[in-house]
């Protein structure tokens, strides 16, 4: 998505962007700028068999990438049955914790 932000955004008159597991987050934000609300998202996949550490050290990556400035959301694409109940608690509890701009 980060190679054609700025044209979709132009061509269509889309004002939320949101970006791959893959895009780096702090890229997307930039060419995003205020333009428009940056919503990056965790894949899924790797919660299956993470450990609730390694769940909470990407979504506080995820956090440390989009927070900047404001203007960001934060999910998963998908909510996978497979994903063990403690992974998807960190990944909550470690969003509303390290989440708040207040």
Avoid: H
């Avoid at 980060?2 to 889309?14: H, K, L, Y």
């Avoid at 333009?35 to 899924?44: D, E, F, H, K, P």
């Amino acid at each position: 998505m980060n190679p054609v932000i700025s044209e979709v955004m132009a061509r269509t008159g889309f004002t939320t962007c949101y970006l791959s597991p893959l895009e780096e987050i702090a890229e997307g934000k930039r060419l995003i700028g205020n333009r428009g609300l940056t919503c990056g998202v965790i894949n899924a996949i790797p919660l299956i068999d993470w450990s609730p550490e390694q769940v909470r050290a990407e979504v506080k990556r995820l956090l440390a990438d989009g927070m900047p400035g404001g203007r960001f959301l934060s999910g998963t694409l998908v909510m996978l049955l497979a994903i063990p109940e403690d992974n998807i608690r960190a990944m909550v509890d470690a969003t509303c914790e390290l989440g708040s701009l207040g």
